[in-house]
């Protein structure tokens, strides 16, 4: 179940940030495009690969999923998590630690498992998808 409130769409659980937080430091991935239409794609595909992420699926429908992700990926910006580069998003080394401690202090092993499959299928994606950036 999930409900929008001021910050954003919320699980049950989690908002939106930390769970893309907890996915972001389990990638090997650096950087990844910025492209909004792929990563939504590769968003909406996440909601079928693991439970985690299905709430945000059901939140969303069949509405624009690059647009929840960009709100998402910009609050990770100002938060300092990630950096804006011209063509792709940057995982920094202290936003990378930033989102290990979130993923270590969140999360459950169950839902740790979902983050880490996650990861593995945006990896598989959006590694692609920055390559043709």
Avoid at 26 to 34: A, G, W
Avoid at 61 to 83: C, R
């Amino acid at each position: 179940m999930t409900h929008k409130t001021a910050s954003g769409p919320h699980s049950m659980r989690y908002t939106i940030d930390e769970v893309l937080a907890g996915m972001l430091a389990s990638i090997e991935l650096d950087t990844f495009t910025d492209d909004s239409q792929r990563l939504g794609e590769a968003f909406k595909g996440l909601a079928q690969q693991a439970p985690i992420f299905a709430p945000f699926a059901a939140l969303v429908g069949e509405a624009d999923f690059s647009a929840v992700l960009e709100g998402t990926l910009q609050t990770l910006v100002s938060d300092g998590h990630l950096e804006h580069q011209p063509g792709r998003y940057y995982l920094p080394e202290p936003g990378r630690a930033r989102c290990i401690t979130s993923k270590r202090t969140l999360f459950n092993a169950g839902d740790i498992r979902d983050l880490e499959a996650g990861a593995r299928y945006f990896e598989a994606h959006c590694g692609a998808l920055a390559a043709s950036v």
